[in-house]
């Protein structure tokens, strides 16, 4: 079932727990158009698993996924073509991860960033380093706020931390982010993967019908905010066709603040 995925790995465990690993650790697991694709099926794939009752998501190495690959996000400004597969792309991902069957459990072992911070929150649980950095840095790379920002930041942190940290684009730690309420738990970073294991086994080994329409239940609340994302993603590649994606993006490579046009007199 997970034979054609190139930089995602599977380890199944005992009681039907799957282990997922984000592997491509020598770009700190970033999302190009190979990975964002497979973290976007991965979870229907994990939903029709009749051999996984629980899946853990965590990163190789010291990243659980550093954002977008600024090369992809180069090849998608003013792209039309791909701007607009993007966009059913980034649906399949958030729709994927709320709709799934079985609970996702995301170990947070390092920086998570664009697609990375969409698995992380949107999972069932999140477990996160105390010094983690999660992010959603649109505003940096000069489009808004799209992916999952949307309908999961206000629901965790509350409205006013969301717009300070959307707006802004800066990086919350682990420590804070379960202080705020983002995650279920921050911990020792080597006591991450563990923690998230043992919790699986719990789920695994629980009642399963209720333990799945429990989950269900809750997301309710998501699905009912699907026109705030809806919205939000059309506005993130609207602005992937405008000239400030393109400032954004050359700052990011060439690591100076950006010179957006939109803020240029």
Same mark, same amino acid.
Request: proline fraction near 4%; include cysteine; hydrophobic fraction near 45%.
């Given at each position: &079932?997970?034979?054609?995925?190139?930089?995602?790995?599977?380890?199944?465990?005992? %009681?039907?727990?799957?282990?997922?690993?984000?592997?491509?650790?020598?770009?700190?697991?970033?999302?190009?158009?190979?990975?964002?694709?497979?973290?976007?099926?991965?979870?229907?794939?994990?939903?029709?698993?009749?051999?996984?009752?629980?899946?853990?998501?965590?990163?190789?190495?010291?990243?659980?996924?550093?954002?977008?690959?600024?090369?992809? !996000?180069?090849?998608?400004?003013?792209? %039309?073509?791909? !701007?607009?597969? &993007?966009?059913?792309?980034?649906?399949?991902?958030?729709?994927? =991860?709320?709709?799934?069957?079985?609970?996702?459990?995301?170990?947070?072992?390092?920086?998570?960033?664009?697609?990375?911070?969409?698995?992380?929150?949107?999972?069932?649980?999140? =477990?996160?380093?105390?010094?983690?950095?999660?992010?959603?840095? %649109?505003?940096?790379?000069?489009?808004?706020?799209?992916? %999952?920002?949307?309908?999961?930041?206000?629901?965790?942190?509350?409205?006013?931390?969301?717009?300070?940290?959307?707006?802004?684009?800066?990086?919350?730690?682990?420590?804070?982010?379960?202080?705020?309420? &983002? !995650?279920?738990?921050?911990?020792?970073?080597?006591?991450?993967?563990?923690?998230?294991?043992? !919790?699986?086994?719990?789920?695994?080994?629980?009642?399963?019908?209720? =333990?799945?329409?429990?989950?269900?239940?809750?997301?309710?609340?998501?699905?009912?905010?699907?026109?705030?994302?809806?919205?939000?993603?059309?506005?993130? &590649?609207?602005?992937?066709?405008?000239?400030?994606?393109?400032?954004?993006?050359?700052?990011?490579?060439?690591?100076?603040?950006?010179?957006?046009?939109?803020?240029?007199?």
């Amino acid at each position: &079932m997970y034979e054609d995925y190139q930089q995602l790995t599977f380890e199944r465990r005992e %009681h039907g727990v799957l282990l997922i690993t984000i592997d491509n650790p020598a770009k700190y697991n970033a999302a190009d158009e190979q990975l964002h694709g497979e973290l976007a099926r991965v979870w229907t794939d994990v939903s029709r698993d009749p051999e996984t009752r629980v899946a853990v998501i965590t990163g190789a190495g010291r990243a659980f996924s550093a954002g977008g690959d600024l090369a992809m !996000v180069e090849r998608m400004a003013g792209d %039309h073509e791909r !701007v607009s597969h &993007m966009l059913s792309e980034m649906s399949d991902l958030v729709y994927n =991860i709320i709709n799934c069957e079985k609970p996702i459990i995301s170990a947070i072992n390092g920086v998570a960033v664009g697609a990375g911070v969409v698995v992380a929150l949107l999972a069932d649980i999140a =477990i996160c380093a105390e010094d983690a950095k999660l992010g959603d840095g %649109h505003v940096k790379l000069g489009v808004s706020a799209g992916d %999952h920002a949307a309908i999961i930041w206000p629901l965790l942190a509350g409205m006013a931390k969301a717009r300070y940290y959307l707006l802004t684009g800066e990086m919350v730690t682990g420590a804070e982010a379960e202080r705020l309420g &983002m !995650v279920a738990k921050a911990l020792p970073r080597d006591e991450v993967l563990d923690e998230s294991l043992r !919790v699986a086994d719990v789920l695994a080994t629980g009642a399963q019908q209720a =333990i799945r329409l429990t989950k269900r239940s809750l997301n309710s609340w998501l699905r009912s905010a699907g026109p705030t994302f809806d919205a939000s993603a059309a506005y993130e &590649m609207l602005c992937f066709m405008g000239p400030d994606v393109v400032e954004g993006a050359a700052a990011l490579r060439e690591k100076r603040p950006p010179r957006f046009p939109s803020a240029t007199p």
